[in-house]
């Protein structure tokens, strides 16, 4: 699908493999001796100027179809039996070159300094994000759209039923996506971010008791959690899970990481009040303007 990106997508500078892909640690599974991958190619075009997202999303669903995958995306068809190949999909994101010296400090953005590059230059040293700075409601929002996506993976029916090996692995999936996503954002919120699955398990697990100590009294396995789910993320093994229960029981740990989260930021305040308080930090810090006043003006 390289070329046909190439060919289709005007004034494309830079192609970019994002994600665990991008990094090597992408999911895949052995099925019947064949191996078949899990969710999507998610990329960065970077172009000399925007590209239209209506190009993008048409050159994104040929891809899709060039390589036989279903193109359809989860969230928007939760309510369809889950099949990994029709839920297989390519995501295709634009950057300009302009917007890379002003990206806002979001995780993916650090994150695609550590992606592959499949086409073009390698421009990675025009973004300049600190990742020890990362806002905490960028944390907040990761959790967020987890627990999103953990809520649409289940359906109250499988609890009288039993569930199909593709019902069993779209379960697991999420699960492990939502317990990589509380390491995320508590390293995000402990100012010890850092990109790859495996180094952010590896770190959340040497830090979580020392830092986080009144979580770890309430969820004391959850660096194991981690551990084992970032491992079945990178190569999944439905058998050794026991997909209901470890559903109920990581709704639980991630809504407990919210709380926590939510709450120290805020002494029990309203969030919104705090949420993009780091954001105006990092944006008043460039023009020399972090003051309190003008802070709380823009955040407002």
């Not at 990094?23 to 999507?40: F, M, Q, T, W």
């Not at 317990?179 to 979580?208: D, H, Q």
Request: net charge positive; proline share 4%; glycine share 6%.
């Amino acid at each position: 699908i390289i070329p046909y990106i190439m060919k289709n997508i005007p004034g494309l500078i830079s192609l970019i493999l994002f994600g665990g892909y991008g990094r090597g640690e992408g999911a895949y599974e052995k099925v019947n001796g064949k191996i078949r991958l899990v969710n999507d190619f998610d990329m960065y075009v970077i172009c000399e100027k925007q590209v239209d997202d209506n190009i993008l999303d048409k050159v994104a669903h040929e891809c899709s179809k060039i390589i036989g995958a279903g193109g359809m995306e989860w969230p928007d068809f939760f309510e369809e039996g889950y099949d990994f190949n029709k839920f297989f999909h390519v995501d295709i994101h634009c950057l300009s070159l302009r917007r890379l010296k002003y990206l806002p400090p979001l995780s993916r953005y650090v994150d695609i300094k550590k992606a592959k590059v499949l086409a073009g230059k390698d421009l990675s040293q025009l973004i300049n994000i600190d990742e020890k700075r990362l806002p905490v409601a960028e944390g907040i929002r990761i959790l967020v759209n987890r627990m999103m996506a953990l809520f649409l993976s289940f359906k109250p029916e499988y609890l009288n039923r039993k569930l199909s090996d593709d019902e069993k692995r779209a379960l697991n999936y999420y699960i492990s996506k939502a317990y990589i996503s509380c390491a995320e954002s508590l390293l995000i919120f402990g100012r010890e971010y850092i990109a790859g699955y495996e180094l952010r398990s590896k770190k959340f697990n040497e830090i979580y008791k020392i830092k986080f100590p009144d979580l770890y009294v309430k969820f004391p396995d959850l660096g194991e959690k981690v551990k084992k789910f970032t491992e079945y993320k990178i190569v999944p093994n439905p058998k050794e899970v026991n997909s209901l229960k470890e559903w109920f029981e990581c709704q639980k740990r991630i809504v407990g990481v919210y709380d926590y989260i939510t709450n120290k930021l805020t002494n029990g305040d309203k969030l919104e009040k705090y949420y993009y308080d780091d954001y105006a930090s990092y944006v008043l810090d460039k023009i020399n303007l972090n003051f309190l006043l003008i802070r709380k003006f823009l955040v407002f």
